[in-house]
């Protein structure tokens, strides 16, 4: 369980500023949902913690993203996640409502599929943060090189602003959550605590 001072996730080349305009990497300040971070922040800072979430995500190929409609009511739709080159990408159709939602409002969560069954032994893991469009051609190729996507397509790097596993341990249910500036926290409780256990 580390707290670091690293910030900042980043695709080969690029230091923030107008090159994390243009999608090359660089973590975000400011904004709704604080600050966030690049995937290979998490993986510095907690990194068991980012491999049990990264573990969770690798079990199945499609996922649940939440995006925000144009009036604000959130859209869940289903995705394929990505863990490349320190970064978590999310990669979707051309014109598709999901991409049209996240250029309008960047802010998103993705959750884990859960797979068949209601055991939560493996973990139940979501993320959240803001999506950042890649627009530069160099990376977006690499991309398409090593996943072979359909073409055209959009492609986003996601900034996190919070990571959260839930899982079950005995009479427990165990919430680890792990934010920028902070240090991992664990809560265990059942449904008979009057208060949460947090270490």
Do not use: C, Q
């Amino acid at each position: 369980m580390t707290s670091g001072s690293t910030r900042g996730g980043s695709v080969e080349g690029s230091e923030g500023g107008e090159g994390a305009a243009r999608g090359e990497g660089g973590a975000g300040r400011g904004g709704a949902g604080g600050e966030a971070v690049g995937w290979s922040v998490v993986e510095a800072e907690v990194p068991e913690f980012a491999g049990r979430v990264r573990e969770r995500f690798a079990a199945y190929r499609h996922h649940v993203l939440a995006s925000l409609r144009k009036d604000g009511a959130p859209r869940l739709t289903g995705l394929e996640a990505d863990f490349r080159h320190g970064e978590l990408w999310l990669g979707m159709m051309v014109g598709s409502r999901k991409a049209l939602d996240l250029r309008r409002d960047p802010r998103f969560s993705l959750h884990a599929n859960p797979g068949p069954g209601a055991d939560l032994s493996r973990g139940d893991v979501r993320v959240s943060g803001r999506a950042v469009e890649v627009t530069d051609p160099a990376v977006v190729a690499r991309y398409a090189a090593a996943v072979g996507p359909p073409e055209p397509f959009h492609l986003f790097r996601a900034e996190l602003t919070e990571a959260v596993r839930t899982y079950s341990a005995g009479a427990y249910v165990v919430l680890e959550s792990w934010a920028p500036g902070r240090p991992l926290r664990t809560i265990r409780r059942t449904s008979d605590d009057p208060a949460l256990r947090v270490e």
